[in-house]
């Protein structure tokens, strides 16, 4: 089966210290659009003080997605995911906009 590679159109910043990883997209007023954030290390995510659903892309060590949550609402959590290395955060809607599913591997500009 041929590999199917995604690349993620949106500026992608990077959280891959103490500090950006607790503080994510927390406190932000507005959506995010045409932005993501990528979470390193990351196995599951909070939408604590959260104002705006997203979409959560959950990646192994090579970038394949293991785990998709659409729409994610404020104040919700997902379960810690074994396989997961790190977290996308998109834009809600993203990643079926995107054709993201299990399985793909994602490509993204930091």
Known sequence: MEERIITIPYQI???NTFLKR????????NPISNEGLWIIPCN???????????DVVLLNEQNEVVEVHHMLEPWRITKPVKEAYSTLELPSG?????????GCKI???I
Request: aromatic share 14%.
């Open 13 to 15: 910043n990077l959280a």
């Open 22 to 29: 607790f503080k994510g997209l927390m406190f932000r007023k």
């Open 44 to 54: 599951a995510v909070h939408m604590f003080f959260m104002k705006f659903p997203i």
């Open 94 to 102: 993203s990643a079926k906009t995107l054709g993201i599913s299990i």
């Open 107 to 109: 490509k993204c500009s």
